[in-house]
T-cell receptor, first 112, second 115 residues
Framework: DQQVKQNSPSLSVQEGRISILNCDYT??????FLWYKKYPAEGPTFLIS?????DKNEDGRFTVFLNKSAKHLSLHIVPSQPGDSAVYFC???????????FGTGTRLQVFP | DAGVTQSPTHLIKTRGQQVTLRCSPK?????VSWYQQALGQGPQFIFQ???????QRGNFPDRFSGHQFPNYSSELNVNALLLGDSALYLC??????????????FGPGTRLTVL
């Protein structure tokens, strides 16, 4: 039962352009979403989050958009930098708990 | 301030053996969660420890067990290893969550290979 889905396993973007990573979910009860970034040989690191009562949250070059009617969220990175190359996971805590449910991840490669 | 640390970094075992993985949480954190990340998948929640007790559990068999010590560090034990247990095992720590928005901090993981 994959409640959080990332359907694009990889994305390649030129430096300076926008990167858009997508995530879909099936459980309308999720009230909070997080994005984690993972470099090889490191654990996931928290990037940005959004509450279900909002439709946008911005932090520097990173913006997350939430469309509850479509059960869809996206992470925008503008401008993309080579150091952004990593695997990005979308996650949501199971309702009433802090147990995180992760998507399968999207590998972003930013090339010069 | 040391973050979450895990040991060992890599481990090779054979089927049927038992393994113990260790985690030290970030300073000030009292809650430890364990996740399994299989190749090409996202991390999957195994269980969580708080006040030395298992508080939540994911869909993992009883072969997976854990422990939390008074200093908040934790161990993950897996008995009767199967080939399918090969994965990256991640430990995440947090303070007792007041808000669900509180962030969990992950360690670098232990790569377990079962032959």
């Amino acid at each position: 039962d994959q409640q959080v889905k990332q359907n694009s396993p990889s994305l390649s973007v030129q430096e300076g352009r926008i990167s858009i990573l997508n995530c879909d979910y099936t459980n309308s009860m999720f009230d909070y979403f997080l994005w984690y970034k993972k470099y090889p040989a490191e654990g996931p690191t928290f990037l940005i989050s959004i509450s279900s009562i909002k439709d946008k949250n911005e932090d520097g070059r990173f913006t997350v958009f939430l469309n509850k009617s479509a059960k869809h969220l996206s992470l925008h990175i503008v401008p993309s930098q080579p150091g952004d190359s990593a695997v990005y996971f979308c996650a949501a805590p199971r309702v009433g708990t802090d147990k995180l449910i992760f998507g399968t991840g999207t590998r972003l490669q930013v090339f010069p | 301030d040391a973050g979450v640390t895990q040991s060992p970094t890599h481990l090779i075992k054979t089927r049927g053996q038992q393994v113990t993985l260790r985690c030290s949480p970030k300073s000030g954190h009292d809650t430890v969660s364990w996740y399994q990340q299989a190749l090409g998948q996202g991390p999957q929640f195994i269980f969580q420890y708080y006040e030395e007790e298992e508080r939540q559990r994911g869909n993992f068999p009883d072969r997976f067990s854990g422990h939390q010590f008074p200093n908040y560090s934790s161990e993950l034990n897996v008995n009767a290893l199967l080939l399918g247990d090969s994965a990256l095992y991640l430990c995440a720590s947090s303070a007792q969550l007041v808000e669900l928005t509180d962030t969990q901090y992950f360690g670098p993981g232990t790569r377990l290979t079962v032959l």
